[in-house]
C-alpha cells in the first residue's frame, strides 16, 4: 500500500471514529475541532491521491476531461489494489 | 443518498489461497449477526427514533457497516481468488460453489441465504437500541471465533480491526439509548 493511501486511511479511519463520538456527544468543542482539522487534512490527501490514481467519489469527484479515469485502476476488493508498486 | 469511495475502510491483502477461511468468514457477509444484516438494521430503525443523537448514530454507524460489508466480500474474495476444483475441494467449499462459483453471496458459514429475519425494527426506540447493543454483541463474539480459528495474519488484522468497531458501536449505541431515555422520560406539554 502506497503512503498516500496509508495516510488517507489512517485520517478517514480517524473522521469517522470522532463523527460517531460527536454524535452522542455534540457539545464536546475539543471533538469538534480535532474532526475539523482531520477532514481539512482528508479533503488535502485526499485531493494529492486523486491526482496521481484518479477520483476516488462517484457522483463528486471530477473525471478526467479525456476519457473517464473512473474505471481505471484496480478496484478496492481486488488483491491489485493493495499490491507493492500499485495504488 | 449514498457516495461510494474507491478505497476500503481497513485494507485486504490476503496473499495465501484458503477457500476454508472463507467459508467461515462469509458468515459476517450475510449470516444473523453479520454486516448486511447490521447495515439494514440500523439504516431501517432510523425512521422512528426520537432523539437527533439517536437519528445521527444510526445513520453513520449504518453507513460504517457498509463499508464493513465490502472488507468482508473482499477478504472472501481474495480468500478464493482463481482457486482450482482440487483447491474448492480440498477447502470444503465445494456447496457453495456450486451455487454460487467463485461469486460472493450473503449467507451464513453453514450455507443458509440471508434472512431480514434475523434482524428486527420494532417501531420503539428503545427496543430498537437494545436490539443494536445486543446485535454489536453478538458479532463481536462471532470475530472472536472467527479469530480463534484463523493464524494466518493477512486475515487476522482486518478481523480485530472489526471487532474493535463493535465495541465502539456499541458503546455508542449505550449513549444513545441513554438520551432517548431521557427525552423519554421527561413531560411533553405545550
Redesign the interface.
Known amino acids: 500500500?502506497n503512503a498516500l493511501?496509508k495516510k488517507?486511511?489512517e485520517l478517514?479511519?480517524y473522521a469517522?471514529?470522532l463523527?460517531?463520538?460527536i454524535?452522542?456527544?455534540?457539545t464536546c468543542t475539543h471533538a469538534i475541532a480535532e474532526y475539523n482539522k482531520t477532514v481539512k487534512e482528508l479533503s488535502f490527501v485526499g485531493a494529492e491521491y486523486e491526482k496521481n490514481y484518479?477520483?476516488?467519489?462517484?457522483?463528486?469527484s471530477f473525471l478526467n476531461d479525456e476519457k473517464s479515469d473512473?474505471i481505471d485502476?484496480p478496484?478496492?476488493?481486488?488483491?491489485e489494489f493493495?499490491?507493492e508498486g500499485n495504488n | 443518498m449514498w457516495i461510494y469511495e474507491k478505497k476500503l475502510e481497513f485494507p485486504v491483502k490476503i496473499a495465501r489461497k484458503d477457500p476454508a477461511m472463507a467459508k467461515l468468514i462469509i458468515t459476517q457477509y450475510g449470516g444473523p449477526d453479520g454486516e448486511l444484516g447490521a447495515s439494514l438494521r440500523y439504516l431501517s430503525q432510523r425512521y422512528v427514533t426520537v432523539t437527533p443523537e439517536a437519528k445521527a448514530i444510526l445513520t453513520d454507524i449504518g453507513t460504517e457497516e457498509l463499508a464493513h460489508f465490502e472488507i468482508i466480500g473482499a477478504m472472501v474474495q481474495q480468500l478464493t481468488r482463481g482457486c482450482t476444483p482440487e483447491e474448492i475441494k480440498a477447502g470444503g467449499y465445494e456447496a457453495f460453489y456450486v451455487e454460487h462459483g467463485l461469486g460472493i453471496y450473503p449467507q451464513n458459514a453453514g450455507g443458509i441465504p440471508f434472512n431480514a429475519a434475523s434482524i428486527q425494527s420494532k417501531g420503539d426506540p428503545i427496543t430498537d437500541l437494545y436490539e443494536d447493543m445486543g446485535a454489536e454483541q453478538k458479532a463481536r463474539s462471532t470475530y472472536e471465533y472467527l479469530i480463534n480459528m484463523i493464524d494466518d495474519p493477512d486475515v487476522l488484522e482486518p478481523l480485530k480491526f472489526l471487532r474493535e468497531r463493535e465495541i465502539v458501536h456499541f458503546q455508542r449505541f449505550g449513549e444513545a439509548l441513554e438520551g432517548v431515555r431521557q427525552y423519554l422520560d421527561c413531560k411533553h406539554y405545550f
Open positions: 500500500m493511501l488517507l486511511t478517514e479511519f469517522v471514529d463523527l460517531l463520538y454524535d452522542t456527544h455534540p484518479g477520483p476516488l467519489f462517484n457522483f463528486v473512473w485502476q478496484w478496492p476488493w481486488e488483491y493493495y499490491a
